[in-house]
C-alpha cells in the first residue's frame, strides 16, 4: 500500500462530523439575513478600480481577413493566438457588451490542465483518445503561462493545486477511483484522510479528499481577459465594445456581420459567444445557459483564516451532487459557488439573480461547511452563465459553408481550457494541420439538447433531483443516473 493510501485508510472508518478543531462559539453569529444585508449584488471581480477604459463602439462599414464574435475568453485567446501565428492578419473582435462582463468575469477562477470537464469525464466522452488529451492539456497549460509571462498580465496566478473534498463516507470510493485513474496518467495525486483533510482546510463536513499538487491553481479571471484584452491591441487586433451582433448574412465569400451601428465583412468568423443567439438556430440546440451563483466573503483576518487553515490555498470542489466549490482571492475572501439554475429559453439576465434571497440557501451551505466562520459578511453575490452541453467538454463545430466556426460547451470549466478551444478552432477555420485534428474532441459534435419547453421542464426536474439526492436517494437518485445514463455529465 502506498503512502498515500496509508494516510486514507487510517481514517476512512471514523470521519469527525460533529466538531471542527476550528469550531468555536461566537457572540458574533450572524444570520444569513445579516450577513447578505450589505452585499453588492454584483461580480466581486468586476468591482475593481484596475478595470480598463472601454474600447470605442464599431461606427460604419470595414472589411477584416478575421472577425471574432465575442470578448470572452474564448474570443480573447483566439483574437491573441491569431495575431501570434498569423501576425499579417487584419483581426477584428466585436463584443455586446464590455470585456469580462459576460461568462468571464463570473467565474470561480480555478485551473487545471484538464481541456475536459475533467479527466473522469474524458474517459467517459473519449475513452480511446485520453493520453493525446491529457498531453494537450499540459501544452496548453504550459502555453497559458508563458502568455500571461510574455505580455505582463497580473492575474493573481497561484499555482497551488486543486482538491476535491468527500463530504459523505460513501463518497471516498469515488475519490480512491479517481485518484487511481490520475496516478495512472502521470498526475501528482495524494489521497487524505479526514484529518489530513483537515490539516489543509478545516470542514466538519470533510470526509477525506484527493489533492491534485502541481499543473493546477486559482486565478483572477476578470484580471485575466483584461489582461489578455491588453495583449490583442499590443498586437494589433481592432477591438470593439458595446457592439452587440444583430444580424448574420452568408454572402458566398464572405460573412456580413451587423451591429447596431456598423458592419463587419470577413472571409473567416470565430464564434466565441457562449450561449448568446448569434442567427445560427443549431448553435443553440446544442449549448444551453444554466446559472451558477457565487458569494464572497468580506476579506478573512489573519485570525479568522487561522480558524480553517488552507496554507497551500488550493483550489476546492466538494463531493455534492449540487457540488460547492471555493477558492481564496489575493486579499483573502472567500469565493463560494454553487447553486445551480436554469431560465427559461437561457435568459441571460433574470430578475432572480438580483434578489437577496436568491442566495440565503448557498449562505447557509457556507456555514454549514465553515461553521468556525459564522460572524463572516458576504461583500458580493451574483449569478454567472455557464455554457452547458451533453458531452461536458469544449466543442468546435463549422458554420455557414465552414467560413465560420462556433466554440463553447466547456460546462464550467473554461478558464484555462477556453486556450485550447480557441487554438482547435482557429485550425479548423483556417483548415491547418494539427495533432488535436485527428481526435474525436475535434471532428465530433454533442448532442442536442431538447428545446423548449421541454429543456425548461427537464432542466427544472433535474435541479430539483440535485437538491437532496444525496440524503434522499430515492427517484431523485434515479432521475440523475437516467440523465448520466443518456450521456449528460452531472
Same mark, same amino acid.
Given at each position: 500500500?502506498?503512502?498515500?493510501?496509508?494516510?486514507?485508510?487510517?481514517?476512512?472508518?471514523?470521519?469527525?462530523?460533529?466538531?471542527?478543531?476550528?469550531?468555536?462559539?461566537?457572540?458574533?453569529?450572524?444570520?444569513?439575513?445579516?450577513?447578505?444585508?450589505?452585499?453588492?449584488?454584483?461580480?466581486?471581480?468586476?468591482?475593481?478600480?484596475?478595470?480598463?477604459?472601454?474600447?470605442?463602439?464599431?461606427?460604419?462599414?470595414?472589411?477584416?481577413?478575421?472577425?471574432?464574435?465575442?470578448?470572452?475568453?474564448?474570443?480573447?485567446?483566439?483574437?491573441?493566438?491569431?495575431?501570434?501565428?498569423?501576425?499579417?492578419?487584419?483581426?477584428?473582435?466585436?463584443?455586446?457588451? !464590455?470585456?469580462?462582463?459576460?461568462?468571464?468575469?463570473?467565474?470561480?477562477?480555478? $485551473?487545471?490542465?484538464?481541456?475536459?470537464?475533467?479527466?473522469? /469525464?474524458?474517459?467517459?466522452?473519449?475513452?480511446?483518445?485520453?493520453?493525446?488529451?491529457? @498531453?494537450?492539456?499540459?501544452?496548453?497549460?504550459?502555453?497559458?503561462?508563458?502568455?500571461?509571462? !510574455?505580455?505582463?498580465?497580473?492575474?493573481?496566478?497561484?499555482?497551488?493545486?486543486?482538491?476535491?473534498?468527500?463530504?459523505?463516507?460513501?463518497?471516498?470510493?469515488?475519490?480512491?477511483?479517481?485518484?487511481?485513474?490520475?496516478?495512472?496518467?502521470?498526475?501528482?495525486?495524494?489521497?487524505?484522510?479526514?484529518?489530513?483533510?483537515?490539516?489543509?482546510?478545516?470542514?466538519?463536513?470533510?470526509?477525506?479528499?484527493?489533492?491534485?499538487?502541481?499543473?493546477?491553481?486559482?486565478?483572477?479571471?476578470? %484580471?485575466?481577459?483584461?489582461?489578455?484584452?491588453?495583449?490583442?491591441?499590443?498586437?494589433?487586433?481592432?477591438?470593439?465594445?458595446?457592439?452587440?451582433?444583430?444580424?448574420?448574412?452568408?454572402?458566398? =465569400?464572405?460573412?456580413?456581420?451587423?451591429?447596431?451601428?456598423?458592419?463587419?465583412?470577413?472571409?473567416?468568423?470565430?464564434?466565441?459567444?457562449?450561449?448568446?443567439?448569434?442567427? $445560427?438556430?443549431?448553435?443553440?440546440?446544442?449549448?444551453?445557459?444554466?446559472?451558477?451563483?457565487?458569494?464572497?466573503?468580506?476579506?478573512?483576518? +489573519?485570525?479568522?483564516?487561522?480558524?480553517?487553515?488552507?496554507?497551500?490555498?488550493?483550489?476546492?470542489?466538494?463531493?455534492?451532487?449540487?457540488? /460547492?466549490?471555493?477558492?481564496?482571492?489575493?486579499?483573502?475572501?472567500?469565493?463560494?459557488?454553487?447553486?445551480?439554475?436554469?431560465?427559461?429559453?437561457?435568459?441571460?439576465? &433574470?430578475?432572480?439573480?438580483?434578489?437577496?434571497?436568491?442566495?440565503?440557501?448557498?449562505?447557509?451551505?457556507?456555514? %454549514?461547511?465553515? &461553521?468556525?466562520?459564522? +460572524?463572516?459578511?458576504?461583500?458580493? =453575490?451574483?449569478?454567472?452563465?455557464?455554457?452547458?452541453?451533453?458531452?461536458?467538454?469544449?466543442? @468546435?463545430?463549422?458554420?455557414?459553408?465552414?467560413?465560420?466556426?462556433?466554440?463553447?460547451?466547456?460546462? *464550467?470549466? *473554461?478558464?484555462?481550457?477556453?486556450?485550447?478551444?480557441?487554438?482547435?478552432?482557429?485550425?479548423?477555420?483556417?483548415?491547418?494541420?494539427?495533432?488535436?485534428?485527428?481526435? +474525436?474532441?475535434? /471532428?465530433?459534435?454533442?448532442?442536442? $439538447?431538447?428545446?423548449?419547453?421541454?429543456?425548461?421542464?427537464?432542466? %427544472?426536474?433535474?435541479?430539483?433531483?440535485?437538491? *437532496?439526492?444525496?440524503?434522499?436517494? *430515492?427517484? %431523485?437518485?434515479?432521475?440523475?443516473?437516467?440523465?448520466?445514463?443518456?450521456?449528460?455529465?452531472?
Amino acid at each position: 500500500m502506498n503512502e498515500s493510501a496509508q494516510l486514507f485508510e487510517a481514517d476512512i472508518a471514523a470521519p469527525t462530523h460533529g466538531a471542527s478543531r476550528g469550531v468555536r462559539p461566537t457572540s458574533a453569529r450572524l444570520t444569513v439575513e445579516e450577513a447578505l444585508a450589505r452585499t453588492r449584488l454584483m461580480p466581486y471581480w468586476l468591482d475593481n478600480l484596475a478595470e480598463p477604459p472601454a474600447e470605442p463602439a464599431l461606427a460604419g462599414d470595414t472589411h477584416a481577413d478575421l472577425l471574432i464574435v465575442g470578448g470572452g475568453f474564448t474570443g480573447l485567446w483566439a483574437a491573441v493566438q491569431a495575431k501570434e501565428q498569423m501576425p499579417e492578419l487584419d483581426v477584428v473582435l466585436i463584443e455586446a457588451g !464590455r470585456v469580462a462582463h459576460g461568462a468571464s468575469g463570473r467565474a470561480g477562477g480555478i $485551473i487545471s490542465t484538464s481541456v475536459m470537464h475533467g479527466l473522469p /469525464n474524458a474517459v467517459r466522452v473519449f475513452p480511446n483518445d485520453i493520453a493525446e488529451l491529457e @498531453a494537450f492539456g499540459q501544452r496548453n497549460l504550459d502555453g497559458f503561462e508563458e502568455t500571461l509571462e !510574455r505580455y505582463g498580465i497580473d492575474a493573481d496566478i497561484e499555482w497551488n493545486g486543486e482538491m476535491t473534498v468527500a463530504v459523505d463516507p460513501d463518497h471516498i470510493g469515488h475519490l480512491r477511483a479517481d485518484h487511481d485513474l490520475h496516478k495512472s496518467y502521470g498526475h501528482d495525486v495524494v489521497l487524505l484522510d479526514a484529518a489530513a483533510t483537515r490539516e489543509q482546510l478545516d470542514s466538519p463536513l470533510f470526509a477525506g479528499a484527493l489533492w491534485s499538487r502541481n499543473r493546477s491553481g486559482i486565478v483572477h479571471p476578470a %484580471k485575466l481577459a483584461w489582461g489578455l484584452k491588453r495583449a490583442a491591441l499590443q498586437l494589433g487586433v481592432r477591438l470593439y465594445e458595446h457592439s452587440p451582433l444583430t444580424n448574420v448574412t452568408d454572402e458566398g =465569400a464572405t460573412v456580413l456581420v451587423k451591429t447596431p451601428a456598423g458592419s463587419v465583412r470577413a472571409p473567416r468568423v470565430v464564434f466565441g459567444s457562449g450561449t448568446a443567439k448569434v442567427g $445560427i438556430p443549431d448553435i443553440n440546440r446544442r449549448v444551453l445557459q444554466v446559472r451558477d451563483h457565487v458569494l464572497a466573503t468580506e476579506p478573512l483576518t +489573519d485570525e479568522q483564516l487561522a480558524r480553517i487553515g488552507w496554507k497551500q490555498r488550493q483550489g476546492i470542489y466538494d463531493t455534492r451532487t449540487q457540488l /460547492n466549490y471555493f477558492r481564496l482571492t489575493k486579499r483573502n475572501n472567500i469565493i463560494f459557488g454553487g447553486l445551480v439554475s436554469y431560465h427559461f429559453d437561457g435568459d441571460p439576465n &433574470p430578475p432572480h439573480d438580483q434578489k437577496r434571497d436568491t442566495y440565503y440557501r448557498l449562505a447557509e451551505a457556507f456555514y %454549514k461547511t465553515f &461553521p468556525q466562520l459564522s +460572524d463572516v459578511r458576504f461583500s458580493h =453575490a451574483w449569478g454567472g452563465p455557464i455554457d452547458y452541453c451533453s458531452r461536458g467538454s469544449v466543442f @468546435a463545430k463549422r458554420y455557414l459553408g465552414d467560413k465560420a466556426v462556433f466554440v463553447a460547451g466547456y460546462t *464550467g470549466f *473554461g478558464v484555462a481550457a477556453s486556450r485550447f478551444g480557441a487554438f482547435m478552432g482557429l485550425n479548423i477555420l483556417f483548415d491547418r494541420e494539427s495533432p488535436e485534428r485527428a481526435l +474525436d474532441i475535434a /471532428n465530433q459534435s454533442p448532442t442536442y $439538447i431538447p428545446p423548449e419547453p421541454v429543456r425548461w421542464l427537464a432542466a %427544472k426536474v433535474t435541479f430539483h433531483a440535485f437538491d *437532496g439526492a444525496d440524503a434522499e436517494g *430515492g427517484w %431523485k437518485r434515479a432521475w440523475i443516473k437516467g440523465i448520466k445514463a443518456m450521456g449528460f455529465p452531472m
